[in-house]
């Protein structure tokens, strides 16, 4: 590198004294679960004391999801009945 365009240490630590990683604040929710602060609450689904999030509805949505992939899966041929029945060895 050229002496004229060379950085010296104090301006590069002076640079890099803004890139610290700062932790997430987390809060409880009124379910006793962590949250991230402005977001809703992952396990009831309440911000600011109002239900926001439909929780049971996804759990729902996720599950017949799950369902028509696995079916679509198995008529295709991809996944086999003794795959899914073998349980991991532990």
Known sequence: ????MR???SETAK?????ALVAAQSLKC???ALRLSHR????CGKYRGRIIIDVVA???REARRAKRRETALRESGQV?????EETPKS
């Open 7 to 9: 950085r010296n240490r």
């Open 40 to 43: 809703a609450c992952a396990s």
């Open 58 to 60: 996804r759990a729902k």
């Open 30 to 32: 009124e379910c006793g």
């Open 15 to 19: 640079r890099r004294s803004h890139q």
């Open 1 to 4: 590198m050229v002496v004229r």
């Open 80 to 84: 086999t009945e003794d795959k899914k």
